[in-house]
């Protein structure tokens, strides 16, 4: 049994603990009542003095449902003996949301029978939003690598782009000085062919000879046309154009060419497509390739679809290439060229666009056709991929700004 003194001594310290904490200190009875609290949670109600709290509840300082949460976790205290430790508690107060870390315990007699409750709490707003705002800090810095990386991604695309256009224009000069060169003794070559063919021969086999050799000189003219043609200067003649007139006058001149390959045509043509500003000559000559390397891919027959559509650039990575040069919602009419054919092998996929690199034997290509065709769109601001189908072949899409934007 404690003496008078040692009473005294507990008295004068939690006196001390309740006059000089910082925490909310409070005693509570089994009705949920106050019996005493301290000056710092007298504060936080706006009493004057502590002793105004005496006699009331939760109910005469929170909400409703936040005062009748806190009886409930008192209820269960009581009823089990079980303290709750290190509780966050959102509040809501005049002056703004209040986070408090709470604590609490069954309060009993010298005979050990439950009286009440008692507990702390400590204000951890500070910390609270500290921490909020080093989450929104890392969650800024997070989005701010990500864009940065996105960035460095473009970078180095644009660089490699920048590469490239170097290395077609050095292409580009040294092939119109490989085409001057030779186109020279071509010339004199055919007017001594022309000569030759004008004589008679008492053996057969020169006639034969001279024929090849024409043959020759005929596919060395088709490079050199197809060289200067990559090398000159661009200028377009940019009108209004209807695509769909462009595919059906470019289908005509192949028309021989898918014919010889049994090649089936089908035409998926939305009519109801803006005008893009093209050069119709130009882009002729693109679909005129597309198709020609399509029949190509088939030469034992096959489909060939020709499909218009009109598109809206939703987002990039969603229906548009990042290296595109189209903002978001711009209008493109699409252009889809596709085959039945074996596909092109994935290693050769990425190098299909550089000068001189062709799938096809040795003579039956200068590899500058699709080099050609993408300078050609690039110069219209538009763009071109070309991919292989899941189902078999590959199909060629091509993307141009439509007028209305």
Not at 168 to 195: D, Q
Not at 361 to 388: A, C, F, M, W, Y
């Amino acid at each position: 049994m404690s003496s008078p003194t040692q009473i005294e001594t507990e008295r004068l310290f939690l006196h001390a603990m309740l006059e000089s904490s910082p925490d909310y200190l409070y005693f509570k009875d089994t009705e949920g009542r106050f019996l005493r609290i301290n000056r710092a949670l007298a504060a936080y109600f706006g009493l004057n003095d502590p002793a105004e709290a005496i006699g009331k509840t939760d109910f005469d300082f929170y909400p409703e449902a936040k005062a009748r949460e806190q009886w409930q976790d008192e209820l269960c205290i009581m009823q089990t003996g079980r303290p709750v430790t290190d509780k966050l508690e959102r509040h809501v107060r005049p002056g703004g949301v209040v986070w408090l870390l709470s604590s609490k315990a069954v309060l009993c007699d010298r005979e050990g029978r439950v009286v009440g409750t008692f507990g702390m709490s400590r204000d951890i707003t500070g910390e609270k939003r500290a921490q909020q705002a080093l989450q929104t800090v890392n969650a800024d810095l997070l989005r701010s690598r990500g864009e940065l990386v996105q960035a460095l991604e473009e970078l180095r695309s644009v660089q490699l782009q920048l590469v490239e256009a170097e290395k077609m224009k050095l292409v580009g000069r040294l092939a119109a000085g490989v085409a001057h060169e030779v186109k020279n003794p071509l010339a004199i070559i055919t007017m001594g062919l022309e000569y030759l063919n004008s004589r008679t021969f008492e053996d057969p086999n020169i006639r034969t000879i001279l024929s090849e050799i024409g043959s020759a000189v005929e596919r060395a003219d088709g490079v050199i046309r197809e060289l200067l043609d990559f090398s000159a200067p661009k200028k377009l003649n940019l009108e209004p154009q209807e695509i769909n007139r462009l595919i059906r006058h470019a289908l005509v001149l192949v028309r021989g060419e898918l014919g010889g390959h049994h090649i089936k045509l089908v035409e998926e043509l939305d009519e109801r497509l803006p005008p893009v500003r093209l050069d119709a000559t130009k882009i002729e000559q693109v679909l005129v390739n597309l198709f020609t390397n399509a029949a190509y891919a088939m030469e034992n027959g096959g489909t060939l679809t020709v499909r218009t559509s009109l598109r809206q650039v939703t987002g990039m990575g969603e229906n548009i290439n990042p290296n595109d040069n189209f903002r978001l919602g711009a209008h493109l009419v699409a252009v889809d060229v596709c085959d039945t054919g074996p596909g092109i092998p994935e290693s050769m996929l990425g190098k299909i666009f550089e000068p001189f690199f062709t799938t096809k034997p040795t003579g039956q290509g200068t590899g500058l056709g699709l080099t050609v065709t993408k300078t050609i769109i690039d110069l219209h601001g538009g763009s071109i991929e070309i991919r292989n189908r899941p189902e078999g072949g590959a199909c060629a899409s091509v993307l141009f700004k439509a007028e209305t934007d």
